[in-house]
């Protein structure tokens, strides 16, 4: 098994900047992938970004590239979501997960965060 927990949410001015952090433990990463996916109010959870754990590769959703970096320190066994340019549309619960291939799809992740609340005002 392995637990996810996130931390750094929070509100946020249109514009401002937001880290979420999400750390594991109980099982090592090996070649996981990690992603982060967000759920707006009233809307489905989505796709938001992956880091390959062995070799940090990226991939983002169109929505966020260029505003959102995501990164992972291996020796912390901690992910993170750096947020910039925030703006109200990117209010959500973001929540991270860990899959065993690489995919944009929810129901690949077998171990999820708890969720953190990001809200966005303008």
């Known amino acids: 098994q392995m637990q996810l927990v996130e931390s750094g949410g929070g509100s946020v001015q249109t514009g401002g900047s937001l880290r979420l952090s999400c750390t594991a433990s109980?099982?090592?990463?090996?070649?996981?992938?990690m992603g982060w996916f967000r759920h707006p109010p009233g809307k489905e959870r989505t796709f938001v970004a992956l880091v390959s754990w062995s070799n940090g590769g990226t991939i983002y959703a169109d929505s966020v590239k260029g505003r959102f970096t995501i990164s992972r320190d291996t020796a912390k066994n901690t992910g993170y979501l750096q947020m910039n340019s925030l703006k109200p549309e990117d209010t959500a619960i973001y929540y991270c997960a860990v899959a065993a291939e690489v995919s944009r799809r929810p129901d690949d992740y077998n171990y999820w965060g708890q969720g953190t609340q990001v809200t966005v005002s303008s």
């Open positions: 109980g099982r090592t990463f090996g070649s996981r992938f």
